[in-house]
Structures are given as structure tokens and as C-alpha cells.
């Protein structure tokens, strides 16, 4: 998203603060197809990501209020509540997941793709480089759960390791991730 | 010491971003965010940082829709009417069919009236109405809930709320946070079922559908009226 864009997203959230329906559908229609997509990743059932895309605005609206643009960035304060939906619902069917992981090579190569000229793809090749760098094991246990919305005991069920050890795990790669990417707030 | 809590704030807010914390952990973390601006800051700076693999997931529309479901899902529990006087719609919700005494007589009422189940959670009001209309229209049904008699009753206003051949009209209770539920379809001259008691903050929406209603139980049509329930005294 280019700088104009986050700008105006900002501009937006603080209209729907106010509880503007005009700037809560333009919010909308700037930012829907990007959610939708984080959402649809997470649940496989149409039905199940278009109600958790119609919650995640719903929450949109309510929280609007708690954006901090000092410190937030709209889209993916955004994009934080829609995966929480969308994760919600995951963990409230009776549905686990068994897809396996054939997407992890498929989402790196996408973040590592430079041909996309927008700020936003550059530090995607940050983080694709900084993931790499990461045991193929921690790697993909942090993308099932980030872009799959796996639990802590699905992925210690996948990689056989204890729930309490897959959160260790988790913990120490983030931080890894962060100290790669120069630790930067 | 600072350094523990600093690695366990910086920890929580990774694992909170990433999606892995289980039910009470994530609550906690959210009411966190909510007091805490170290930790605020923290969770934003995770959300940057792990934002591009967000990104990474194909862009994709929702349905056309979807939009005008969200709003009605707004409409259906404003923040300052959710409160402690929303009774909860039980599960068990039975079709049921509009009586309509008076074919001929368009202007005059299709009346209705719904057998509640007694064994509702009290509520300190008694009777509720919802006046259902269409987008900045006159109102086209009116919807009362008399939860001490225990009856609902829905009443036709306008002569041209209803719906076209080969469709039906559905009416549904829809609870702050919950899928809708459906209290039937308005069609015919009788109907006696029991039905969700409903308070302050339900909102009833009237969906057009296929001939004989929902084949599932959830609406697929185009929202035609709806309105919240109010408490009347």
C-alpha cells in the first residue's frame, strides 16, 4: 500500500471513530479484498469466511475508536482482526485442519517477489529473507499459524513436539524474525 | 527482572499478532492492549512486521453483499443497546406460519401470532416491538413480543410488502454476535409453534428466499426489511 493509501486509510478509520457510514464504506471498499483474502486462507468454507469478514468489519466499526495512528498501522490493525475472526471461527467448528503445509514454498516465493515495485513487497523480500534463514521446522510451524490460523496443539500434533514446547518455539523464532530484520519498532 | 517482563510483553505480542494464544490468553492480551501502550506498541510493530505475509495471500472480493449484511449486523446490535436486558433466543426455533384473516383487505393487517416458549430467560421488560422496514422506506411490518404472554406478533403495514411469485418472505431473529435464526416463513393463514423470545437489541430482518423459505435454516436472500427490537415501555 502506498504511503497516499495508508494516509487515507488513516483519514478513514478516524471518520468510522465517529461512526461515519460514508468513510465505513470506503474503508470497506479499500481494504475488503485484502481481509477477504487473509480470511479465505484461514477457513476453507465460503460460508465461514463470509461470516468472519462481515464480524471482522463489525469489530472494525466498534474499535475504530482504539486505532492509534501514532503507533498503528490501519491495514494491518486491520488485517489482526479480521485473522482473529477468521480464527475464531476456526477454532469454534468442530472442523480441524488437515490440510497439509503445500503452500509454505508457494507463500515465500510470493514474498520474495520483487517484481512488485510497491514499498510493501520489499519488506515482504526482508522478511522471505529473514524466513529462509529459519529451520524449515520453526519456518513453517510460524507460517501454518500465521497465514492458517493453526493452534499451538495442531501444530504439536503436525510436528510432534509438546504444546508447551511449541509455544517456546514460536516465541524464539518471532524473536529471531525481528532481531533479523534489524529489531527495528 | 525488566528484562524477563520485557521478553515475555515482546513474546505476547508476537504470539497475540501470529494468532496462537488460546481463548482466555488472547482476552487477556486484548484487554492488555486496551490498558497498556507499551504493549500496544508492541502489537503494532509485530502487525508490521509479519504484515507482508498477510499480503501475500491472493486479493479476492467478497460477495456482493456483503457490505449491506455488515451494516445490517451493526444496525442489529448497536454498542449502547447490547446490555445486560438482551435475553437470549433459544436454539430450538420452529417454523411457524403467518395467519392472514384478511386477503382481500390489503391495507388492513396480516396478522400473526407465534406461541413463545414460557421457559425464556426472564427480562425486566415484557413487551418489545420492532418496526421492519426497508432502506428509508415506511415501515412495512411491525413485529411485537409480549414475552409475560408469551406471544409474538407481526403485523403487515405497507400493501406492498409482499414478495414476488415463486419466492417467500422469511422472517428472522438475528441476536448481537449470533448467526440469524429463522422464525419462518410469512405465507399462509395459520401458523402455532413455539418461537424465540427476543429483548432489547435483537433485531428482526425479513430475507426474500426461495419458495417455502431457507432450504438450510440460514438466509441466502436479499435483506428485504428489517428493524430492531425495542423495549416499549
Known amino acids: 500500500l502506498s504511503l497516499e493509501g495508508q494516509a487515507e486509510l488513516v483519514v478513514l478509520m478516524g471518520r468510522v471513530a465517529a461512526g461515519d457510514r460514508e468513510g465505513f464504506r470506503l474503508l470497506y471498499q479499500r481494504s475488503s479484498a485484502k481481509l477477504y483474502a487473509s480470511v479465505r486462507r484461514i477457513l476453507r468454507s465460503e460460508a465461514a469466511a463470509e461470516d468472519a469478514v462481515q464480524e471482522a468489519f463489525v469489530r472494525i466499526w466498534r474499535r475504530a475508536g482504539d486505532f492509534d495512528a501514532t503507533i498503528a498501522s490501519p491495514i494491518a490493525w486491520m488485517t489482526t482482526i479480521a485473522r482473529h475472526s477468521a480464527i475464531d471461527s476456526l477454532r469454534r467448528s468442530a472442523e480441524r485442519i488437515s490440510a497439509s503445509s503445500a503452500g509454505d514454498q508457494e507463500i515465500l516465493d510470493g514474498l520474495a517477489d520483487d517484481s512488485a515495485p510497491a514499498a510493501g513487497a520489499l519488506a515482504g523480500g526482508g522478511l522471505a529473507r529473514c524466513l529462509e534463514g529459519v529451520e524449515p521446522d520453526k519456518r513453517n510451524m510460524v507460517l501454518l499459524a500465521y497465514c492458517y490460523g493453526w493452534s499451538r496443539e495442531e501444530l504439536a500434533s503436525r510436528f510432534n513436539r509438546p504444546v508447551a514446547t511449541v509455544k517456546t518455539l514460536l516465541r524464539r523464532t518471532l524473536i529471531a524474525l525481528k532481531e533479523c530484520l534489524g529489531g527495528r519498532d | 527482572v525488566a528484562e524477563t517482563d520485557r521478553d515475555e510483553i515482546e513474546g505476547l505480542a508476537a504470539e497475540y499478532v501470529l ?40 486479493e479476492q472480493p467478497p460477495q456482493a453483499a456483503t457490505f449491506d449484511r455488515i451494516l445490517a449486523r451493526i444496525d442489529a446490535a448497536p454498542p449502547a ?19 392472514t384473516g384478511v386477503l382481500g383487505a390489503m391495507a388492513a393487517a396480516l396478522a400473526a401470532i407465534l406461541v413463545v416458549d414460557r421457559a425464556t430467560v426472564p427480562a425486566p421488560q415484557t413487551e418489545f416491538v420492532a418496526v421492519l422496514t426497508a432502506e428509508g422506506a415506511k415501515p412495512a411490518f411491525v413485529a411485537t413480543v409480549n414475552i409475560a404472554a408469551g406471544t409474538v406478533s407481526i403485523r403487515q403495514l405497507a400493501e406492498a410488502a409482499v414478495a414476488p411469485a415463486d419466492r417467500s418472505f422469511e422472517l428472522w431473529s438475528i441476536e448481537p454476535g449470533a448467526t440469524p435464526k429463522s422464525l419462518g416463513i410469512i405465507e399462509q393463514a395459520s401458523y402455532t409453534a413455539p ?18 423459505g431457507s432450504p438450510d435454516g440460514k438466509p441466502h436472500g436479499p435483506v428485504v426489511f428489517s428493524g430492531e427490537l425495542v423495549a416499549t415501555e
Do not use: H, K
Open chain 2, 81 to 99: 443497546a447490547t446490555g445486560a436486558n438482551v435475553v437470549s433466543l433459544r436454539r430450538e426455533v420452529r417454523r411457524w406460519r403467518i395467519s
Open chain 2, 19 to 58: 494468532g496462537t494464544l488460546d481463548d482466555s490468553e488472547r482476552r487477556a492480551a486484548e484487554a492488555r492492549y486496551a490498558a497498556d501502550p507499551a504493549f500496544r506498541a508492541a502489537v503494532s510493530d509485530w502487525e508490521r512486521r509479519l504484515q507482508p505475509l498477510a499480503d501475500s495471500a491472493r
Open chain 2, 195 to 212: 418461537v424465540a423470545a427476543s429483548g432489547a437489541g435483537v433485531t428482526f430482518a425479513i430475507t426474500e428466499e426461495q419458495a417455502g
